[in-house]
């Protein structure tokens, strides 16, 4: 039986970041994860601003090293298609800031945190070990893995989607108006003919509502493919994701010609997403959730890499706390559960509402018609939805005259990036 201050399940963003803050603040940590890096993992692989701007926060080498990758595509903005073929574009460009997004397989993404986990010291890390059971004991927690135990005072769920410390500790149970089911498949030689390659496209199809399915350009002329759809309306509605998503490249009017000499370069893989659209319980006794452990998904993206990343460097901050106070209990932990919600929810509820909007193909077909026709309300929504100080001033009726007018408030202070406040 080993013993450790820190456990943590899981060395994806969530696991790399809390372990590599902890280490950075000279705490030993134990951090375990059941596949051996690199390794894949399901997603659409976006990465939004907010990621660049959480590993700065994690650690600014890690920024650097990212810097470094030849394997990324930058994305310059997101095309939105409703059923009828109407679009509109959305542009980083055209945000206040500069903002950069990219899209970079999680094989590389993964492996970039890896690569830093490997180089810190105090970090005591074992892949290819699998956690099965974590039970909790006098003044800890009893953790069991294919291949030994551990005592841990504090444990980190950062396992994912499927994750064990989530349901054996906090009880978590799937619930399908809050989860989404995707799938992904890569392909190659995919036909960008219509516009430049820079920018990651959804497809709004009726028979896949309220969801959508994407086309993201990767480097190397390869594409991330995928479809996700809310688990809830898959039950509802009988949806076969992989017909759907089958169907639409091979036989869609404008998708299928873009196809036509396209290579898929894997079968078609699902993972569950779970969503951030409601308050979880993120701790307990003797643990913290981060990640998808802890259900943080937007609910209209499916972004979930930088809450993951959040939710990790929130996590080794109140760990540092815990040591120097020796509480670990459920009621000191729940500061843990009360600074990650005060960061995230106020974007997490506009998205939730955005995701019931679209829960109808009409519904996105008029919002579309209306955004793509009418220059003003595009340029708007430009301004507003890459401004990351909408979601702190979302309830201030003077900050929607002043983006409507282009006045700015009096500047008492330097201005600060809000997501790097967060
Ligand atoms: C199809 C799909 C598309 C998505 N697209 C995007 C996107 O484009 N952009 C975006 O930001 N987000 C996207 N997401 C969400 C994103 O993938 C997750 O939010 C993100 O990976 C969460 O990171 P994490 O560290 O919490 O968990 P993970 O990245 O899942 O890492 C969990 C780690 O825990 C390990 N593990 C699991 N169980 C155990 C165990 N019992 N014992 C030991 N180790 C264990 C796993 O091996 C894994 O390495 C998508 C998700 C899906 C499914």
């Known amino acids: 039986m080993k013993k450790t201050d820190v456990l943590i399940v899981g060395g994806g963003p969530a696991g790399s970041a809390c372990a590599m803050m902890l280490a950075d603040a000279g705490v030993s940590v134990t951090l375990l994860d059941k596949a051996s890096f690199p390794r894949d993992k399901i997603c659409g692989d976006a990465l939004s601003p907010d990621v660049l701007n959480q590993l700065v926060q994690v650690r600014p080498a890690l920024r650097a090293h990212f810097d470094l990758q030849e394997k990324k595509q930058r994305i310059n903005g997101m095309r939105l298609v409703?059923?009828?073929g109407v679009h509109f574009d959305l542009m980083l460009h055209s945000a206040a800031e500069k903002l950069d997004g990219f899209v970079m397989s999680r094989m590389e993404f993964d492996r970039t945190l890896n690569?830093?986990?490997?180089?810190?010291?105090n970090i005591d890390l074992h892949e290819g070990v699998r956690v099965k059971k974590c039970t909790p004991v006098e003044g800890g927690m009893h953790v069991e893995?294919?291949?030994?135990?551990?005592?841990?005072?504090?444990?980190?769920?950062?396992?994912?989607?499927h994750s064990v410390v989530a349901k054996q500790l906090a009880g978590f149970e799937m619930d399908r108006k809050h989860?989404?089911?995707?799938?992904r498949v890569y392909y190659?030689?995919?036909?960008?003919?219509?516009?430049?390659?820079?920018v990651i496209e959804l497809h709004f199809l009726s028979e896949v509502s309220p969801g959508y399915l994407?086309?993201?350009p990767m480097e190397g002329n390869k594409a991330n493919v995928g479809i996700g759809m809310l688990s809830e309306y898959v039950s509802k509605k009988n949806v076969n994701l992989k017909e759907e998503l089958e169907k639409a490249i091979a036989t869609h009017t404008r998708l299928a010609p873009r196809f036509k000499n396209a290579q898929a370069l894997e079968s078609i893989k699902g993972f569950g997403i779970p969503l951030g659209s409601k308050k979880f319980p993120l701790s307990g006794d003797h643990f913290l959730l981060t990640g998808d452990a802890a259900s943080l998904v937007d609910p209209v993206s499916g972004e979930g890499i930088a809450n993951a990343l959040r939710s990790g460097r929130f996590a080794a901050d109140h760990i540092q706390k815990a040591l120097k106070a020796d509480r670990f209990d459920?009621?000191?932990?729940?500061?843990?559960?009360?600074?990650?919600?005060?960061?995230?929810?106020a974007e997490l509820r506009i998205s939730r509402f955005i995701q019931k909007l679209f829960t109808s193909p009409k519904r996105v077909e008029w919002i579309t018609r209306l955004i793509s026709n009418n220059k003003t309300v595009r340029r708007t929504i430009d301004r507003w939805l890459f401004d990351d100080h909408l979601m702190t001033h979302w309830n201030e009726p003077s900050y929607y005259w002043r983006k409507w007018t282009g006045r700015k408030k009096a500047q008492t202070t330097a201005p600060v990036s809000v997501l790097q406040q967060k």
């Open 115 to 121: 690569e830093e986990v490997r180089k810190t010291g």
């Open 188 to 198: 190659e030689n995919v036909d960008w003919a219509d516009h430049d390659a820079d």
């Open 82 to 84: 409703a059923p009828s």
């Open 330 to 345: 459920a009621s000191f932990n729940k500061a843990y559960d009360k600074r990650l919600y005060k960061a995230i929810w």
């Open 179 to 183: 989860y989404c089911a995707a799938l």
């Open 214 to 216: 994407w086309v993201f």
């Open 145 to 161: 893995t294919d291949q030994g135990e551990w005592n841990t005072r504090m444990l980190v769920g950062a396992d994912g989607a």
